[in-house]
């Protein structure tokens, strides 16, 4: 009889760390949950996190799954660690951190005194990317360590994400994953590891790259847990850590999209859709595409920055007699407002959201906007249409993905906390106008993650055979005919022409509010 094989994985989101136990049928065996703190400052927009506390979080919750496996606990066979994207630890030396993490809702900008060489500049206008890179080099942490912390600058040996400092904290290796690379320094995703000196955008960062960490293959072996890493987590000395992904990258490989005809939908924080691709793919001018969980493979994305963080903003702004209803009726607020919604008709009378409520790399000027108001129209309504622009949103970059790529995706994967609404999906089901579906848990990034470790351990030949043990269909929703003809009128005549129509103004808001007239 073959002894149970489990994986364990630590996925460290922006506000809590989890501790999930997996079997080699996708079957979540155990969660346990710690909340964390994540330092925001409303004056500044800035966001930063202890990485040292997240880490005593990632034992706590170790050493609490331990306790509840028992027995089962020996047959942890491997480890991986799946983490937020776009936010970056700056370790001494010695390997510690020289300063508080930076963190992916981080909103600060700096202006560099030092120029980028001529040739670079000359390149840029020619290539169009002249604005980009001047976003890029604004908005990127290393730059404004440099210019604003030059002790710490000074200070520090390696710039590495979140993932590879854990994954350093369980095996003494500091490494991560080519998977887990998604933010702004200078990693080639094209070619898959660090940039050349030499390369176009190098300047940008202004980070040598002798500060950067060891890269591995996803789905392989990164190091072995150390005794250190032992004593304090629980976890049995010697057991293999495996490289995984980012969190984007896990829920795609989580949910079976490993090829073109699937494309991966998050309703997170931050909303997304990817697809998987053999060639490497940019989603838009500019933009790259990320090392995909799923091996030799890319994912082009296009994400809405704020997201389903949207629907939060609307629950806290306008639905206090709704939040006041679910407290007496003992459910959430959300249960409520999806009841109310799915009394308003598909289009939501004419009422368009157009979700740039955080602006994007390539569109640094845009604005959230609401179209088409009248006195009909109701808080529900608009909760409606938030839901429905979020969806267009999503519908768009995947239409534009799916022309760059060559390829027609004929289904659509849902996950994040979004996807736990029956309503939600439905919708997405009308708007995008195919069937979209649930896996067998919402816990995806795990179970992408957990596929990686039984890949590296030789208990699944490569990721078709992950997926064909792991990932299981739960829910399936077909899109109303009627219903999707009419939002697919509204896309085409009103939702796609309201960008270039009101461009022009997002850009005078953008340059008043740069010139701190606003």
């Not at 109310?340 to 000027?365: A, F």
């Not at 022309?403 to 996807?419: E, F, H, T, W």
Request: charged share 25%; proline share 5%; with cysteine.
């Amino acid at each position: 009889m073959n002894e149970e094989k489990l994986a364990l994985i630590f996925d460290v989101g922006t506000q809590a760390t989890r501790a999930l136990v997996f079997d080699t049928k996708g079957n979540p065996v155990l969660i346990v949950k710690q909340q964390g703190k994540l330092y925001i400052s409303d004056s500044n927009q800035q966001a930063e996190a202890d990485c040292d506390s997240i880490w005593r979080d990632m034992c706590k919750v170790s050493l609490q799954a331990k306790e509840q496996l028992g027995e089962r606990w020996k047959n942890i066979a491997a480890v991986s660690v799946t983490s937020i994207r776009n936010s970056l630890v700056f370790l001494d030396k010695e390997g510690k951190p020289s300063r508080k993490a930076i963190f992916w809702l981080d909103k600060r900008e700096v202006e560099c005194p030092d120029k980028l060489p001529l040739f670079n500049r000359i390149l840029y206008g020619i290539a169009g990317m002249k604005e980009v890179v001047n976003v890029q080099r604004r908005t990127c942490y290393t730059n404004w360590v440099r210019v604003n912390e030059p002790e710490v600058w000074a200070n520090t040996a390696k710039i590495v994400m979140p993932s590879a400092y854990y994954t350093f904290k369980l095996t003494g290796r500091l490494a991560d994953s080519k998977a887990g690379q998604a933010a702004k320094f200078p990693y080639d995703y094209r070619h898959r590891t660090w940039m050349s000196p030499r390369g176009l955008t190098f300047p940008v960062f202004g980070t040598p790259v002798d500060r950067m960490c060891e890269l591995e293959e996803p789905c392989t072996i990164i190091g072995k847990i150390t005794a250190q890493a032992a004593q304090e987590s629980g976890i049995i000395e010697g057991t293999p850590v495996v490289a995984s992904g980012a969190d984007k990258a896990c829920e795609t490989f989580g949910v079976g999209a490993i090829d073109g005809t699937i494309a991966s939908v998050s309703y997170g924080t931050a909303a997304s859709v990817q697809i998987t691709t053999k060639k490497y793919v940019e989603p838009t001018p500019f933009m790259p595409a990320y090392t995909a969980v799923a091996p030799n493979r890319f994912n082009p994305e296009i994400q809405i920055f704020r997201g389903y963080w949207m629907v939060s903003w609307f629950r806290e702004q306008f639905a206090l007699h709704e939040q006041q209803e679910a407290k007496e009726r003992g459910v959430i607020a959300e249960k409520v407002l999806d009841e109310y919604m799915e009394k308003i008709p598909p289009g939501s009378k004419g009422l368009l959201v157009q979700p740039y409520w955080g602006p994007g790399l390539t569109t640094p000027e845009a604005r959230g906007l609401m179209l088409g108001f009248s006195d009909m129209h109701t808080r529900h309504h608009m909760y409606r249409a938030i839901i429905e622009g979020i969806d267009f949103a999503l519908l768009e970059g995947l239409e534009n993905m799916e022309r760059r790529a060559g390829i027609k995706v004929k289904r659509i994967a849902l996950s994040g906390g979004g996807s736990s609404s029956d309503a939600v999906c439905q919708i997405a089901a009308d708007i995008f106008g195919r069937e979209v579906y649930r896996v067998q848990t919402f816990e995806t990034s795990g179970l992408g993650a957990s596929m990686a470790c039984f890949i590296a351990l030789g208990v699944f030949s490569g990721r078709e055979e992950a997926v064909k043990n792991m990932v299981h269909l739960k829910d399936i929703f077909k899109p109303n005919a009627a219903n999707a003809a009419v939002y697919r009128e509204l896309y085409e005549k009103a939702y796609v022409k309201i960008y270039p129509s009101v461009r022009h103004i997002y850009f005078n808001i953008y340059n008043m509010n740069k010139n701190k007239k606003l």
